[in-house]
């Protein structure tokens, strides 16, 4: 019973009426799984084709269809791809990944069909991009054989492995030009890319050398600067681009890093402890200054009170302790050491003496009391006064007080007190003695100079005696006196007489000083002539008459009064002068002393030599009394100095005859080049060579130059030779420059050997300087040119040969009968091949009467191939049979294994057939003719064909 009521009852998508399971399938829904489950059976078991294809109309989802596009009914696959199409098109957010999902599972077949289907602009490029991520090999199938250039294009685009690019340039290089120039530039832009990154990858390569090298340098100087210009040199590249690279650029840029901070560190420390041995130093020098100038204020005024004693001491000890601490741990140098110890012992010493004068002070201001006491009375012989002045002369030897330094007063009187004593009593006998023996002698010398007639001389004398006689004793003086007096009288005499005589020279002697004080005259002359006039008036003898004397006195100091001002500021300006130039021999002493001689700058010492020379002269003039002193001082260190810059003279003066020695070994050098780098080498070590004496230097040096100047002289005569030389190659350049353009204009048989000629002598030629870049940029211009009308030549000679050929044809073409048949001269000119193949046809004709017959297609083809092969176009109706020759060609080509024969080859083979052959149609024949020669023209112009041979 139920399977009855099921019989009676059952759904109408399984009636046996088509329409109505036609109706029940319009009302099925596929998203609901019970109405999907019926529609997957009728698309499976129902009968009827129209119901199936409806039933698979209902289903929505592409990814469903899928399952039917592989279907073993051919109805139903045909139907599922015609939905999927349609489900395709109306794709648009779930297409994406419907291509992601489900290409994997498509067959190349469904494939081409979805693509057929799908919208160009929003669907093509994911689709392209999911067959370029899942399935590779099918969008290069794609990209060779589907029938739009476009999509061929889009997915030639896709696809960016450089195997697959090469296999589809292979492919399209025949056959779609388009598509073969898109792959190549991919293929170039790949290669581009390539090069880049190896460049890039080179270039970071070379970074992390430079940065390893740098981690592992012994140079330190300006290391953290150098790194940080790495730093910013790395900034700028793109190491994480490379894992190789990365990881050792971390490691050597951590290496720097770490060096770096020691170095930063070090160099603090360094700083931290230069800058400590600094303040050390200056904590020393300032011990010395302040004990330095406290011997200078002692020595201009000695200490008086028992506070300046004790203030003394105390700095005495704050100095030594100061010393200690600025010499704890640190080497000091021997020259601060002897500056230390020689101020401390200098002050030391006079603490000490002035120590024991403060103790002994009562006992010796005592005892000088006493002795002038003595002195006052004239009691200077007695036991008691030569006791006093033992007892002193103990009390100053005990106190010890230093030389160099201003005495105490009490010191100081007691020194003065025992010198007066001493001095009394042991120059008084003498003093008397030699004062009365002075008087002898002067009144006989008076006595010989009143006989001689000399006035002046005498009346020196007599002042000399009348002083002298004054301090003498009378008992003494009363002889001596008596005599005087006669000579006295003898000196009036004289005087008297020798007045007369004189007064004239002497009014001349006052006029000649009053015209002398009225003149200007640089100071030095005038004072000069002023001693002069004196000198004259002395050697008178002086002059009786007061007036007169009053009168050249006068003069003299009117015309000396100029001078006197002059001479006052000279006097300045010595004193100026000394003060420099002990100030000179100071700083030079201080160089001397201070200088490293161990490693001197013998330049600045022969500099600062030559420069104390020069400022001694130009502090001149000088009291040469005072200036004495300073000047022995300034020979001694110049003479130090001077011993020591001869000695390094002398070194230099052997390197430098030892380089001039070397130089005229040079000049007899066969290699001049050779000769003229060691030469400036020589030069060179010329220049880093030290001081020398400058008269020897100038002597070495005129010896020097004089074999450089032969040594380059040489290399000038070298360049003298070499520049005519090039000169030649020049003029010889340009000859074969006007040849080849010669050449070009009129080329025939033996142009190509000329040619080479050419060529093989214009690159024998050697240098041509500056004008070689012009010349050879000239040449080639001519060689080129030439070529060009040597294959416009060929190409004359070629169509000129060829069209023979097609005339011979047109002439066998034109013969009617055996009888008629004439050997064309022309048939002579022909290579081999050639003219057997149209004597073989001429010969055929001679012996049947007709030629080898071809249809008028026939020719047709063999023209529009020869157009194919010029690259030429065709008429218009002929299009269609043009191209399908082309795929003809292009398919014999892809299936051909030996090399494809070149397009002229076919070309000629053509022309010969043509040539040899006959149609009905004798004008379409001539139109062939014109068309197969027009074709002739064409792809000689195309390609480089090559002539015919002789």
């Not at 220049?687 to 040096?701: M, N, P, V």
């Not at 060009?788 to 060929?794: G, H, M, S, T, V």
């Amino acid at each position: 019973m139920p399977t009855l009521l099921n019989k009676l009852f059952k759904p109408k998508w399984q009636s046996n009426n088509p329409q109505t399971r036609l109706d029940a399938i319009n009302e099925l829904d596929w998203n609901i799984p019970e109405q999907r489950s019926i529609l997957e059976q009728v698309i499976a078991k129902d009968s009827e084709a129209e119901v199936r294809q409806a039933a698979l109309k209902k289903v929505i989802k592409i990814e469903d269809l899928l399952t039917f596009t592989n279907d073993k009914d051919k109805v139903v696959r045909d139907a599922s791809k015609a939905r999927l199409q349609s489900l395709v098109q109306g794709a648009s957010s779930n297409f994406d990944s419907f291509v992601a999902q489900n290409l994997k599972h498509a067959s190349d077949e469904l494939l081409f069909t979805i693509l057929g289907a799908i919208n160009e602009e929003t669907q093509l490029p994911a689709f392209l991009q999911a067959l370029a991520d899942n399935n590779s090999p099918m969008l290069e199938k794609i990209a060779t054989e589907h029938h739009l250039s476009k999509v061929r294009m889009k997915a030639a685009d896709h696809i960016q492995e450089p195997s697959a690019l090469e296999r589809l340039a292979k492919v399209a290089k025949t056959k779609d030009k388009g598509l073969f120039q898109l792959v190549k530039g991919k293929l170039k832009q790949e290669k581009d890319q390539e090069k880049q990154e190896a460049a890039a990858h080179q270039e970071v390569e070379a970074f992390c050398l430079t940065l390893e090298n740098h981690a592992k340098t012994d140079v330190t100087r300006y290391y953290p600067e150098k790194l940080h210009a790495l730093e910013r040199t790395l900034q700028t590249l793109t190491p994480a681009r490379f894992v190789d690279l990365q990881q050792r650029i971390q490691v050597a840029l951590d290496t720097c890093r770490a060096r770096a901070k020691a170095m930063e560190d070090e160099a603090k420390a360094t700083a931290h402890e230069e800058a400590q041995t600094q303040e050390l130093q200056s904590e020393r020098d300032a011990t010395c200054s302040e004990l330095e100038n406290t011997i200078e204020k002692l020595q201009a005024a000695p200490l008086s009170t028992p506070s300046e004693l004790s203030a003394l001491d105390a700095l005495i000890k704050t100095q030594e302790n100061r010393w200690l601490e600025a010499t704890r741990d640190h080497k000091v140098s021997k020259h601060e050491q002897k500056r230390y110890q020689a101020a401390m012992g200098e002050i030391r010493h006079y603490y000490s003496c002035l120590h024991r004068l403060s103790n002994l002070h009562g006992e010796l201001d005592a005892t000088i009391q006493q002795a002038e006491e003595f002195k006052e009375k004239g009691d200077s012989e007695s036991k008691e006064s030569r006791h006093t002045l033992k007892k002193i002369r103990q009390v100053v030897d005990e106190v010890e007080w230093p030389s160099g330094y201003q005495r105490p007063a009490l010191l100081s009187k007691a020194a003065e007190l025992m010198g007066e004593i001493h001095t009394i009593q042991a120059q008084h006998v003498q003093d008397q003695k030699r004062l009365k023996q002075d008087v002898q002698k002067n009144i006989q010398q008076l006595s010989d100079a009143i006989d001689e007639g000399s006035v002046k001389r005498a009346l020196k004398l007599n002042k000399d005696i009348a002083r002298t006689l004054e301090r003498l004793p009378a008992k003494i003086a009363h002889d001596l006196t008596a005599r005087f007096r006669l000579e006295q009288k003898r000196l009036e005499d004289l005087k008297d007489w020798q007045g007369f005589a004189t007064r004239p020279k002497q009014e001349e002697l006052c006029e000649r000083m009053e015209h002398l004080a009225d003149q200007h005259l640089e100071p030095h002359l005038k004072a000069q002539r002023i001693r002069e006039l004196q000198k004259e008036w002395r050697t008178l003898g002086g002059s009786s008459d007061q007036s007169l004397w009053n009168r050249f006195r006068d003069a003299s100091e009117k015309a000396y009064e100029p001078c006197r001002e002059f001479f006052s500021e000279e006097e300045k300006l010595k004193e100026v002068n000394l003060n420099k130039r002990q100030e000179i021999v100071h700083q030079l002493r201080s160089f001397i002393e201070s200088a490293d001689w161990d490693a001197p700058d013998w330049k600045m010492v022969d500099k600062i030599n030559r420069k104390a020379r020069e400022e001694w002269r130009q502090y001149y003039p000088v009291d040469p009394q005072h200036g004495k002193q300073a000047q022995k001082h300034f020979n001694e260190l110049l003479k130090s100095l001077d011993e020591r810059l001869s000695g390094e003279k002398a070194r230099n003066q052997a390197i430098k005859a030892d380089i001039v020695k070397r130089a005229e070994a040079l000049i007899a050098e066969e290699d001049i080049r050779t000769a003229t780098h060691q030469a400036k080498a020589l030069q060179k070590e010329w220049q880093s060579a030290g001081i020398t004496d400058h008269r020897e230097d100038r002597r070495l040096w005129s010896e020097f130059r004089r074999a450089c100047d032969q040594i380059f002289g040489r290399l000038n005569e070298t360049r003298q030779k070499h520049h005519e030389e090039q000169q030649h190659n020049v003029q010889r350049a340009e000859e074969l420059v006007t040849a080849a353009i010669a050449l070009a204009e009129h080329p025939d048989d033996s142009t190509e050997s000329a040619l080479a000629s050419l060529t093989e002598a214009f690159s024998d030629l050697g240098h041509l300087g500056d004008h070689g870049k012009e010349l050879h940029s000239r040449f080639k211009n001519a060689v080129r040119t030439c070529r060009k009308a040597l294959e416009q030549r060929a190409r004359s000679s070629y169509i000129h040969y060829w069209s023979g050929i097609l005339d011979n044809g047109a002439h066998i073409r034109t013969l009617t009968e055996a009888q008629s048949v004439e050997w064309p001269t022309e048939l002579d000119e022909l290579q081999a091949p050639h003219k057997t193949q149209l004597e073989n046809a001429l010969s055929q004709f001679a012996q049947t009467g007709s030629l080898n017959e071809i249809s008028l297609d026939e020719a047709r083809d063999l023209v529009l191939t020869a157009e194919i092969l010029a690259e030429m176009e065709s008429p218009a109706e002929e299009k269609t049979r043009r191209m399908q020759l082309q795929v003809e060609r292009l398919t014999a080509g892809m299936q051909q294994s030996t090399p494809l024969e070149s397009p002229i080859s076919k070309f000629e083979q053509i022309v010969l057939q043509w040539s040899t052959a006959k149609t009905e149609d004798n004008d379409a024949a001539q139109n062939l003719d014109k068309r197969l020669r027009t074709a002739l023209e064409g792809i000689v112009a195309k390609l480089q064909p090559h002539p015919p041979r002789d």
